[in-house]
């Protein structure tokens, strides 16, 4: 079964620090893997894309990183804002899963000013 | 380029009614994604269309929910004869291909069902 699988669920650091969030998934046949953001009653932003082809990518303050062998992805966040404050989400396409999106369950983030 | 709209954004519908959602994709993108979020879980994958055909809905349920991507107008979410159950967001996404194109995401449609 595919399956998208996010740690920690919850995490709450201080205003400045780097982080990161923690995204795995069975089974390494993907056409590629997305980061989102949710703010509370919101819609979803993508955040970066990564194809399977590719190892990381960046925008401004955050990076993504893929190892697909090991069935990994991490989003790393430097220097933390309160703004950073959100859920953030990971999402698998598969190449036998008709182009659809597995979203994990999403890491709560809250950063303290 | 408006991105992905869906309307209307918040919708309360009684028990035994008929809800409709509607999402607009983004200019040139023929496929279009439909999931749900019920309150304080993850996005479940419901439906995935291209223009007049249904691709994939293995996350439908087997009754009362249906969808629709027709050659001219937006797509369509319904669900009949609501229950309290079905209270949730709906979230629509859209991307101009399958394979390795990025989904763009509406900012949902929010249904209680009363």
């Known amino acids: 079964k595919q399956e998208v699988t996010q740690i920690p669920a919850a995490l709450s650091v201080p205003e400045g620090e780097n982080l990161v969030l923690n995204c795995s998934f069975t089974?390494?046949?993907?056409?590629?893997l997305q980061w989102f953001r949710q703010d509370p009653g919101k819609g979803l932003t993508s955040l970066l894309l990564i194809q399977s082809s590719q190892r990381e990518q960046t925008s401004g303050r955050l990076n993504a990183s893929l190892d697909k062998s090991s069935g990994r992805s991490t989003l790393y966040i430097a220097a933390s804002q309160p703004g950073d404050s959100a859920t953030y989400l990971c999402?698998?396409?598969?190449?036998?899963?008709?182009?659809?999106?597995?979203f994990g369950s999403g890491t709560r983030l809250l950063v303290r000013p | 380029n408006a991105g992905v709209m869906q309307n209307p954004r918040h919708l309360v519908r009684r028990r035994g009614q008929e809800a409709r959602l509607r999402c607009s994709p983004m200019k040139g993108h023929s496929h279009v994604y439909w999931y749900r979020q019920l309150p304080e879980e993850g996005l479940k994958f419901m439906v995935y269309l291209q223009k007049e055909n249904i691709i994939d809905e293995s996350g439908m349920p087997k009754e009362r929910f249906s969808a629709e991507f027709p050659k001219e107008g937006p797509s369509i979410l319904r669900i009949q004869q609501v229950v309290r159950g079905d209270s949730a967001a709906y979230f629509c996404?859209?991307?101009?291909?399958?394979?390795?194109?990025?989904?763009?995401f509406g900012q949902g449609t929010r249904l209680t069902v009363v």
């Open positions: 089974d390494s046949a993907i056409y590629n």
């Open positions: 999402a698998v396409k598969w190449m036998d899963s008709s182009y659809k999106l597995i």
């Open positions: 996404a859209s991307s101009p291909t399958g394979e390795n194109t990025e989904a763009f």
